[in-house]
């Protein structure tokens, strides 16, 4: 199969068609794998549960890998159509999209409601400027792990290094918490998941520079709140000159950030994903990834 084939009409599926139906979403078949050991398993010591969702993710992990070769084993033109649908499946350009689109409106219920589904944090207790940072903060931070991120790991390592990318950022989701639950089961998928974003996280903000320059790089150094997460935010904070906030965690300065700002966020988005796209599509189609393997 041809990379740069398969990668443009995934983004065709992705753009026109949207996500899968959950039922039928590789993401979705991953995350009920780990949840299924997570809500059985009762803790037990800091040791016995590091090794269980250690092998937990191991688990999650190899499904992925054996998922992402079923492609090269089926026949022609199918092959084709469960590779596209895979790699669609590790991106998620329009409904990242949509889901912030919808925290703009002046119904502060309604933008509570819409930012809980796109952040962890409790949003009853957020005003309306915080809603809208942390709306913005979930954009910056998913266009690394949504976009950025899955696309350098095709680039690296054909179908199979975006699909396990998925299922470990999706491992980090779902365990990757700070707290007495997941403190030491968890910990193997959060600090996977920092080994893997490491570099796209860095790599982001470096798409960031045509559109803010040395204004970026100035708060990216002030990203020392988190490994990798800050620096993306750190920069849409930068471009946009606007505040954002987590509570008790970080903080970038600028002006309290508005609806108008989250419209001027998805714009930003929107050139910093086309800028990413057409590198990938560049290095794809010249030949410049020797690792690339489908």
């Given at each position: 199969m041809d990379a740069l084939v398969l990668l443009l009409l995934a983004l065709a599926w992705d753009l026109t068609l949207g996500e899968p139906p959950a039922k039928l979403h590789p993401v979705v078949w991953f995350g009920r794998i780990a949840g299924f050991v997570d809500s059985r398993y009762k803790r037990r010591s800091p040791v016995l549960d590091f090794l269980s969702g250690s092998l937990t993710a191991l688990?999650?992990?190899?499904?992925?890998?054996?998922?992402?070769?079923?492609?090269?084993?089926a026949p022609f033109p199918l092959n084709y159509f469960f590779a596209v649908y895979l790699?669609?499946?590790?991106?998620?350009?329009?409904?990242?999209?949509?889901?912030?689109?919808?925290?703009?409106?002046?119904?502060?219920?309604?933008?509570?409601r819409a930012v809980s589904m796109i952040v962890s944090r409790n949003t009853k207790a957020l005003d309306e400027a915080h809603l809208n940072s942390a709306a913005i903060e979930s954009l910056a931070e998913n266009l690394n792990d949504s976009v950025i991120a899955p696309l350098f790991y095709f680039l690296l390592f054909g179908l199979s290094g975006a699909v396990?990318?998925?299922?470990?950022?999706?491992?980090?989701?779902?365990?990757?918490?700070?707290?007495?639950?997941?403190?030491?089961?968890?910990?193997?998928?959060?600090?996977?998941?920092?080994?893997?974003?490491?570099?796209?996280?860095?790599l982001t903000v470096l798409l960031y520079l045509p559109l803010g320059g040395r204004k970026v790089i100035e708060y990216s150094r002030l990203a020392r709140f988190k490994i990798n997460s800050d620096k993306?935010?750190?920069?849409?904070?930068?471009?946009?000159?606007?505040?954002?906030?987590?509570?008790?965690?970080?903080?970038?300065?600028g002006k309290e950030p508005k609806n108008e700002d989250i419209k001027r966020a998805l714009r930003v988005y929107w050139l910093v994903v086309t800028e990413w796209?057409?590198?990938?599509?560049?290095?794809?189609?010249?030949?410049?990834c020797p690792c690339l393997s489908l």
């Open positions: 688990i999650v992990i190899a499904f992925a890998f054996l998922l992402s070769i079923v492609p090269f084993y790699l669609k499946s590790s991106f998620a350009i329009r409904s990242l999209h949509e889901h912030v689109s919808r925290t703009i409106t002046d119904d502060i219920e309604e933008k509570r396990v990318y998925r299922a470990v950022n999706t491992l980090d989701a779902m365990l990757g918490y700070r707290n007495e639950r997941y403190e030491f089961f968890g910990k193997f998928s959060a600090r996977f998941d920092d080994v893997l974003n490491f570099i796209p996280a860095r993306p935010m750190a920069a849409m904070s930068a471009v946009l000159g606007v505040w954002l906030e987590k509570r008790g965690v970080y903080r970038f300065p796209v057409i590198v990938v599509i560049l290095l794809l189609a010249t030949g410049v």
